[in-house]
């Protein structure tokens, strides 16, 4: 599988900070009719649509659909007629159906795929003048990044993010990108920058008004920043240097955790599926290997109903980690489980 990444990723996409839209002017020769404000609404609709059904079963199922939907989208620009500024709206909301579209593909380990609509949604949030959705694509990115563990690219994107959105940034999206910073510097082992990401997430995400958030944001709730950073403090509970640190960190991740797990809306079950996971491994940090069986065995019944590949990625990531207690019978059975599971 060949994807970017390194300079070959980050080259072009840095220019996305200091770009500018291009003139549109008004298109008059078209022949297919006209757009207006209703059909960019309708588009967002359609949008939503598409990124509930990703949320409730995952990328596998829909994806297909969805970038039809984004091509069909992509050639009525090219068809039809609009004024500049329901251009600058089309070119807007395209850009947020080709981020689902590359999150499906993502989520079904359709990595080259994701990475072009990726990079096709990025260019339409440039066109639309949407730095605020611009950002949301790349901790997309980012975090695709850091699945196929290139962890500085990742950070590279969400630092982009921050700078080439730092005026149209919501109070969610801040808090997001400071939460994902914690987690990158944690897996690269920077603890002292990715506590204090940490605390500028939780001071940034105080400041969210309910209900007052872009659409591609409204997701980022308390659940998902006690989960972002739950992992974070996972992490850095394998990097810690001294036992004290290391049960600091574990006990943390623990109880953020829980908390996602407690705040999480019941259709969000891929995420809850990432929680118990999450959870098993911090419990194998700190050899509670009964504690990692259990939450393993929720997180497949999950994991036997929905539709993504990425956690079946992330159950393999859990074997390897059991393998260190593998002559212990709790932990033989987890990855037993694991195993059959994925078969």
């Known amino acids: 599988?060949?994807?970017?990444?390194?300079?070959?990723?980050?080259?072009?996409?840095?220019?996305?900070?200091?770009?500018?839209?291009?003139?549109?002017?008004?298109?008059?020769?078209?022949?297919?009719?006209?757009?207006?404000?209703?059909?960019?609404?309708?588009?967002?609709?359609i949008t939503e649509a598409f990124r509930g059904l990703d949320n409730r079963h995952g990328g596998v199922l829909s994806r297909q659909a969805v970038i039809a939907q984004v091509q069909h989208a992509v050639g009525l620009l090219n068809t039809c007629t609009y004024t500049e500024s329901t251009g600058r709206a089309l070119f807007s909301a395209i850009a947020d159906l080709g981020s689902v579209a590359g999150w499906m593909s993502f989520d079904a380990g359709e990595h080259r795929c994701a990475q072009r609509l990726f990079i096709t949604a990025l260019h339409a949030a440039s066109e639309g003048g949407d730095a605020a959705t611009g950002a949301h694509i790349l901790q997309c990115m980012a975090r695709?990044?850091?699945?196929?563990?290139?962890?500085?690219?990742?950070?590279?994107?969400?630092?982009?993010?921050?700078?080439?959105?730092?005026?149209?940034?919501?109070?969610?999206?801040?808090?997001?990108?400071?939460g994902l910073e914690a987690r990158f510097h944690a897996i690269l082992g920077n603890l002292p920058s990715a506590d204090h990401a940490a605390r500028t997430a939780e001071d940034l995400f105080d400041r969210v008004t309910p209900g007052e958030e872009p659409?591609?944001?409204?997701?980022?709730?308390?659940?998902?920043?006690?989960a972002t950073l739950g992992v974070a403090h996972q992490i850095a509970a394998k990097h810690a240097e001294t036992g004290t640190a290391t049960s600091r960190h574990a006990d943390e991740s623990l109880r953020l955790l829980t908390t996602a797990l407690d705040s999480r809306p019941e259709h969000r079950q891929r995420s809850k599926a990432f929680d118990h996971l999450g959870m098993a491994r911090t419990h194998l940090v700190v050899a509670e290997v009964d504690g990692a069986r259990a939450e393993t065995i929720t997180a497949l019944d999950l994991?036997?109903?929905?539709?993504?590949?990425?956690?079946?990625?992330?159950?393999?990531?859990?074997?390897?980690?059991?393998?260190?207690?593998?002559?212990?019978?709790?932990?033989?059975?987890l990855r037993e489980r694991i195993v059959h599971a994925l078969a």
């Open 215 to 226: 659409a591609h944001t409204a997701f980022f709730d308390r659940a998902e920043l006690s």
């Open 303 to 333: 994991f036997s109903r929905l539709g993504s590949p990425r956690v079946g990625d992330r159950l393999i990531e859990l074997h390897a980690d059991a393998a260190a207690y593998a002559t212990d019978p709790t932990a033989a059975d």
């Open 1 to 45: 599988m060949h994807i970017d990444h390194g300079d070959a990723l980050l080259g072009p996409i840095q220019r996305w900070t200091t770009a500018r839209p291009t003139p549109l002017g008004e298109r008059t020769a078209a022949a297919e009719g006209r757009l207006g404000a209703a059909d960019v609404a309708e588009l967002r609709e």
């Open 144 to 178: 695709q990044m850091s699945h196929l563990q290139h962890y500085d690219d990742a950070l590279d994107l969400v630092g982009l993010a921050q700078y080439g959105a730092r005026r149209s940034l919501s109070p969610a999206a801040a808090s997001m990108l400071a």
